[in-house]
């Protein structure tokens, strides 16, 4: 069983930076794809980047790209997610996942963490 534990949220300025981190138990963890997810007070949850199990492929949703970087370590079974230039719409708990697809979709992914809230002031 795959259990997964967020770090990193906060409350930071419109502009700002900040660094997600998610740490997976379970010796296998460089053959998941792993994921991020957000969920804002009212609004479903949306997709926000994914990571294949190599590091060699990620996806990001649109109001991401650019400002947002997902990576991660195999070796310290952890997976990141740096978010620069934050914007007031990007306030939301912040979740991450696994797939054992080759990207994370919300339907698919077999476990999920606790979320972590993120923050930003205008």
């Known amino acids: 069983q795959v259990q997964l534990v967020e770090s990193g949220g906060g409350l930071v300025q419109a502009g700002g930076s900040l660094r997600l981190s998610c740490a997976a138990s379970?010796?296998?963890?460089?053959?998941?794809?792993m994921g991020w997810f957000r969920q804002a007070p009212g609004k479903e949850r949306e997709f926000v980047a994914s990571?294949?199990?190599?590091?060699?492929?990620?996806l990001y949703a649109d109001s991401v790209k650019g400002r947002f970087t997902i990576s991660r370590g195999n070796a310290k079974n952890t997976v990141y997610l740096q978010m620069n230039l934050l914007k007031f719409e990007d306030t939301a708990v912040y979740y991450c996942?696994?797939?054992?697809?080759?990207?994370?979709?919300?339907?698919?992914?077999?476990?999920w963490g606790q979320g972590t809230q993120v923050t930003v002031s205008p």
């Open positions: 996942a696994a797939d054992h697809n080759g990207v994370v979709a919300a339907t698919t992914a077999f476990a």
């Open positions: 379970g010796r296998i963890f460089s053959t998941y794809a």
């Open positions: 990571i294949n199990w190599s590091g060699t492929t990620v």
